[in-house]
């Protein structure tokens, strides 16, 4: 097992969308996928501008419905790809400790490991496949204009942009219409990617936490039974003792290199992680007001909640699993401290006592604290998000 082969959507995702996000130690892609990623982010960064100066020459109403939401995403999904590659040094570290882990021939890991990937599977197909067929209609319902009038102006477009004079012809709106249809498709892809990316480290560390969890009740089981089927017989007990402290020392080195590998997700991460909680609040707040000035079409609504849903989903699942980590990580003494460890030498305590001390240090991936991804941040997210909506439709 190694961090590029366990999941094949993280893989294909990432060249698709022209992320190119480390996958092994060495990170070398070919030279076409490079090529491919250079002209992706051209596009991105043509698109990007021509949105930000097309908000400034449309209406208020129409640069905040339509402008300001496709700019946040894309600003969002920007800035946490090009972060992670700004550390590249950073993550490349992080999987080769993390492939060492993941190396150990242990059914016991595979399982854990396989039972945590593949809860996201599912869920991310399914908002990749919504997310990118309402993305894709929503640009296309403005190429109907085409046949019904010849001349066009920047409130046309469907996220503002400018690309000419106004008034301008049918063959530059139709330029224009491509590259924001493109464009949104490639940012959505970069969004889905990214998501996927962080989850993906996530789980595979929440994993190692499970894991030792699992192996502690074990040593302390295994122990037990030697001690059982030896009748308690004294002059067996050094041999015990000395599988125990072999077994455990193995285990805390484990953990100790877990613990390294979760400091280093957490300053690879934590201003991702911040920027996802308040980019959200926006992120829900501007689809919510689409959603209520939506007049044209029940089509051009029925995409627009669909994304809105997608957006929900995946937000949901990256808390849950930021979740899950912060749980594994405090848990991982929980089962074992109803095991008969007391019963062992003083060596063997003490350093299960210090286990259970590193265990409960409260995890938090967010730089600060009340940015911390979590499923009550879920809650504050679209709480937050529904009170900023209602107050904007009162302002306008």
Not at 212 to 239: C, M, W
Not at 247 to 267: A, D, F, G, P, Q
Request: glycine fraction near 4%; aromatic fraction near 14%; hydrophobic fraction near 50%.
């Amino acid at each position: 097992m190694d961090f590029q082969t366990m999941n094949s959507l993280n893989v294909w995702l990432n060249l698709l969308s022209g992320n190119l996000l480390p996958m092994t130690v060495n990170s070398s892609f070919p030279i076409f996928w490079k090529i491919y990623s250079v002209f992706v982010w051209l596009l991105e960064l043509v698109y990007m501008g021509t949105a930000i100066f097309g908000c400034f020459y449309v209406s208020k109403e129409k640069a905040l419905n339509d402008g300001l939401l496709s700019l946040i995403v894309t600003v969002e999904g920007i800035f946490m790809v090009t972060r992670i590659h700004a550390q590249r040094r950073l993550v490349q570290q992080l999987i080769r400790k993390l492939n060492d882990l993941l190396r150990v021939e242990d059914r016991t890991m595979k399982r854990i490991v396989m039972t945590n990937l593949k809860p996201m599977e599912i869920p991310f197909r399914l908002y990749l496949v919504g997310g990118s067929f309402s993305v894709f209609l929503f640009y296309c319902i403005c190429f109907q204009l085409v046949f019904e009038k010849d001349t066009f102006f920047y409130e046309d477009y469907k996220t503002p942009a400018i690309y000419s004079r106004e008034p301008f012809s049918t063959d530059i709106f139709l330029m224009g219409s491509l590259i924001a249809l493109i464009s949104n498709m490639y940012v959505f892809f970069k969004k889905v990617s990214v998501d996927i990316y962080m989850t993906y480290l996530l789980a595979l560390i929440t994993a190692q936490y499970q894991y030792i969890a699992l192996k502690l009740v074990s040593i302390f089981r295994d122990g037990g039974h030697l001690q059982y089927n030896n009748g308690g017989a004294q002059e067996n007990q050094p041999t015990i003792d000395f599988f125990m402290e072999k077994e455990i020392r193995t285990l805390c080195r484990h953990h100790n290199s877990v613990t390294r590998i979760t400091l280093m997700l957490k300053k690879l991460l934590s201003l991702n992680f911040s920027l996802i909680y308040i980019n959200n609040v926006f992120r829900f707040c501007f689809v919510g007001i689409m959603l209520t000035k939506i007049s044209t079409s029940f089509l051009e609504g029925f995409m627009v909640l669909l994304y809105g849903c997608g957006a929900i989903l995946q937000f949901y699942i990256l808390c849950s699993y930021v979740q899950k980590l912060m749980e594994a990580s405090m848990e991982v003494t929980d089962k074992a401290f109803h095991e008969n460890w007391y019963q062992f030498n003083i060596s063997i305590k003490r350093t299960f006592m210090l286990v259970i001390i590193a265990s409960n240090l409260e995890l938090k991936l967010s730089t600060f604290e009340k940015f911390n991804l979590s499923l009550p941040s879920f809650m504050a997210v679209l709480n937050q998000s529904y009170s900023i909506a209602l107050l904007l439709l009162k302002m306008n």
